[in-house]
């Protein structure tokens, strides 16, 4: 078995004061290895983003554990979590928040520059990702020149030009059609596999979800393995029982 990489205990996270307030995460348990691939499903403002988020260092929970590599996150100062993103966590989202005036390579450089790293190395390691996500003739290409699906493989090499240990995704597929989502998917799949990546992604997609290694649904503040209300999924609880790969129905 692959060695653990991120383990949450107890996440707790609440907005609002007094009367008003409301707890959207209640003791949330989770533990993502490396080589693995973790959906979460779950109904709108159940509160897949905010826990995506206090994974990924982005928000604070009210009181629990969060665990990288066996060290605690929550003890960091706010220094130290910032190059702890820089370093070992990418992001992707369903938007691809490319800059327009910059071209595919430059945009894949841009983490390489805030980390301080040397140009020469930072133009090589985003050339070479690129290459790997099937956009190597589109290095000069500036975002309004690309598709959907080519913009959020540029995001996606953009996420892991610095090499980092985990990948979050926030609906990463979510503003594509169905053939470019299988794709990105498709390849999130493999560079996971080849690059040992822990990969934790927030998706409506219950195809894409089914493919993953872990499934779990957010409902009531808490994380449930291989649970699928069906006043929630209906028939397509069945995806995630007989389901291997993506596709239709």
């Known amino acids: 078995m692959s060695e653990i990489l991120l383990q949450a205990t107890g996440l707790r996270k609440s907005f609002g004061k007094m009367d008003n307030r409301v707890e959207v995460l209640r003791g949330v348990d989770l533990t993502a290895r490396r080589g693995e691939m973790t959906a979460i499903v779950g109904a709108s403002g159940s509160g897949k983003t905010t826990l995506l988020q206090i994974l990924g260092t982005l ?37 691809h928040h490319l800059l327009p005036e910059f071209t595919a390579l430059e945009n894949v450089m841009l983490p390489g520059r805030i980390g301080r790293c040397r140009q020469g190395e930072q133009a090589r390691r985003a050339e070479q990702l690129l290459a790997r996500v099937g956009l190597g003739d589109r290095l000069h290409h500036r975002p309004g020149e690309l598709s959907g699906g080519e913009q959020q493989r540029v995001a996606l090499a953009r996420a892991l030009v610095l090499q980092p240990l985990l990948l979050l995704a926030d609906e990463p597929t979510g ?16 560079l996971c596999r080849s690059l040992g990546l822990c990969v934790i992604m927030v998706t409506h997609n219950l195809n894409l979800a089914a493919a993953m290694d872990k499934k779990y649904t957010l409902v009531d503040g808490r994380l449930r393995e291989n649970y699928w209300p069906a006043d929630e999924f209906g028939e397509n609880a069945r995806l995630f029982t007989g389901l291997t790969g993506v596709g239709g129905l």
């Open 59 to 95: 928000d604070t929970p009210d009181s629990g554990e969060l665990l990288f590599n066996g060290h605690s996150l929550l003890s960091c100062s706010e220094n130290e979590l910032s190059r702890h993103r820089n370093i070992n966590t990418g992001f992707i989202f369903q938007f």
């Open 175 to 190: 503003n594509l059609d169905m053939k470019s989502g299988n794709a990105v998917f498709s390849l999130l799949q493999e």
